[in-house]
């Protein structure tokens, strides 16, 4: 079985402050690892995947394997990075069957 | 383009009702998903359809969910009977394929049971 966690539901931090969102999965074989994050009042949408390996919007995540980890990084966070943040698992080449995690609520404050 | 469609975006039923929930996917997009959202929990995967037929649906409470795909494009989910616990976020996405491509999500209907 495959599982998506996201230990913190709510990370508030200053503007220019860095900011790292936490996730950690448990899978037996070799997954797809995603961002998505939904903006308020805004549909669920793609931020970045891991084997795409880019930088979207400041934003990076780096997959570490011996440590089932996906964790999301931005240097310096801007308010409009506010926003409801889920790290989801697929199996690879399964599609966009994914699993997600509880999700983390991200307040950036002036 | 034109994104993920659905209706109704709000829905108010008694318990032991029926309800039914509409998804236009994106125009070309083969593969369309149904997803449930329980608040405070990320999204769970209720249903997969690749065209019109179903691929994955092992999380589909059956006894009471159903959904279908007919001619591959638009595609329907039902609940009959409600209970208070269906209460949630019911999204759909498409997808091109069944490859990992990006997955566009509905802004979701939400189902309140009473």
């Known amino acids: 079985a495959q599982r998506v966690t996201q230990p913190e539901k709510l990370l508030s931090v200053f503007k220019g402050a860095p900011v790292e969102l936490k996730c950690n999965y448990s899978y037996s074989g070799s997954p797809e690892l995603f961002w998505y994050v939904q903006y308020s009042r805004q549909r669920l949408q793609l931020l970045l995947r891991?084997?795409s390996r880019e930088s979207i919007k400041g934003f990076t995540a780096d997959l570490n394997k011996g440590e089932t980890s996906f964790h999301l990084k931005k240097p310096f966070a801007q308010e409009e990075d506010s926003a409801m943040y889920y790290c989801?698992?697929?199996?690879?080449?399964?599609?966009?069957?994914?699993?997600f995690g509880g999700g983390t609520r991200v307040l950036v404050k002036p | 383009e034109a994104g993920v469609a659905q209706s109704p975006r709000y829905k108010i039923i008694e318990k032991r009702q029926s309800v039914a929930f509409w998804c236009n996917p994106i125009?070309?997009?083969?593969?369309l998903y149904w997803y449930q959202q329980i608040l405070g929990q990320g999204p769970k995967l209720l249903i997969q359809?690749?065209?019109?037929?179903?691929?994955?649906d092992s999380q589909l409470p059956k006894d009471r969910f159903s959904a279908e795909r007919l001619k591959g494009v638009d595609s329907t989910l039902k609940i009959q009977p409600a209970k208070l616990e269906d209460s949630a976020v019911y999204l759909c996405?498409?997808?091109?394929?069944?490859?990992?491509?990006?997955?566009?999500f509905g802004q979701g209907t939400r189902l309140t049971v009473v």
């Open positions: 891991h084997i």
């Open positions: 359809f690749q065209n019109n037929g179903v691929v994955d």
């Open positions: 996405a498409s997808s091109q394929k069944q490859g990992n491509t990006e997955a566009f």
């Open positions: 989801a698992l697929s199996p690879k080449a399964a599609g966009n069957k994914l699993t």
């Open positions: 125009s070309g997009h083969a593969t």
